[in-house]
């Protein structure tokens, strides 16, 4: 069964320094999004994209983060400059169908957990 | 503004019956989705309803009314393995994203 993949599953980083997130969407899926869910929290949304650009972004999803789709498989997060509070466990997920009213199913990988020290 | 809420946690036994509730608020109404979060893992796709009834799936059954602003999840027939969170959420705009609440945490005792 297809599934959405994500690497590495644990980084560990220095306040200040860069980070990128990495996920591979189901290959036929048109929409991906990152959310991210801080231990003991909610799940948050970040951004969404689609056509190779962003959709729509939350309030977090500040100057600090960027997306990028750089080749036909890879979905990237990137924090420029991380701060402690962006310690976190980030999901990526995608959906096939073309957004509309009807059901489509988001899958989400299974996380990155990011810790910023 | 967008609210979602459901009780923090729920204790319930092996072979019973457990219903999780959900109500909610927000701009806009395109379907909600229940989610089975066990502990450091992602989200897994349980349920959708978008119109008010029921949908039954299996052991689990979810319930919409979107004139009430109210959603239900039902397990059934209760193993110990379905000990997680639950999390209910709800797409606000054809715009895709999930608003989530903060998850129900289900205890299964023997």
């Known amino acids: ?117 | 503004g967008q609210n979602i809420d459901q009780p923090t946690e729920m204790t319930a036994t092996e072979g019973a019956i457990v219903q999780i509730n959900c109500t909610y608020q927000t701009s806009g109404f395109n379907g909600l989705f229940w989610y089975q979060q066990h502990a450091g893992e992602a989200p897994t796709f349980l349920s959708y309803n978008v119109l008010d009834g029921l949908e039954e799936k299996g052991r689990f059954s979810s319930f919409l009314s979107r004139s009430k602003g109210y959603s239900y999840l039902l397990l059934k027939e209760l193993q110990m393995k379905d000990s997680a969170s639950y999390l209910c959420a709800v797409r606000g705009d054809q715009g895709g994203k999930l608003i989530f609440g903060q998850g129900t945490e289900l205890s299964v005792k023997p």
Request: glycine share 6%; net charge negative.
């Open chain 1, 1 to 117: 069964e297809p599934e959405v993949t994500q690497t590495p599953s644990h980084q560990v980083t220095q306040m200040g320094q860069e980070v990128i997130l990495r996920c591979v969407p189901i290959s036929n899926h048109l929409y991906f999004y990152w959310y991210r869910q801080i231990l003991g929290q909610k799940v948050e949304f970040l951004v969404s994209f689609y056509n190779n650009e962003i959709s729509e972004k939350s309030e977090i999803f500040d100057d600090q983060f960027s997306v990028e789709r750089p080749d036909g498989s890879n979905f990237t997060l990137k924090i420029r400059s991380t701060k402690l509070e962006d310690s976190a466990m980030y999901f990526c997920a995608s959906t096939e169908e073309r957004i509309g009213p009807g059901f489509n199913e988001q899958f989400f990988g299974p996380g990155t957990r990011l810790t910023v020290l």
